[in-house]
């Protein structure tokens, strides 16, 4: 999303506008974001909740493995050494 932002419309560079200050501004944003998180890291942490749902039976597991396939991980052969 930033260098949308942050790259000039229509690849046209203004005099008027310094990109130097933006680019900093962005650095400093992200050193400040990155460290807000460590420093409030147990709050965040804490408020993270862990939710396992388990299919009643074989039939709705069957169910909805055939409705997404991508979760499927097919046995592979073990390579040769």
């Not at 900093?24 to 807000?36: A, M, P, R």
């Not at 388990?54 to 046995?75: A, I, K, Y």
């Amino acid at each position: 999303m930033a260098l949308i932002f942050l790259f000039p419309q229509g690849g046209i560079l203004e005099e008027r506008v310094s990109y130097s200050s933006h680019a900093i501004g962005f650095i400093i944003g992200v050193i400040l974001g990155v460290s807000y998180y460590f420093y409030q890291q147990e709050k965040f942490l804490a408020k993270e909740v862990w939710i396992e749902v388990w299919p009643s039976s074989n039939d709705e597991l069957l169910d909805f493995l055939s409705q997404n396939q991508e979760l499927v991980v097919e046995e592979q052969e073990a390579a040769p050494l």
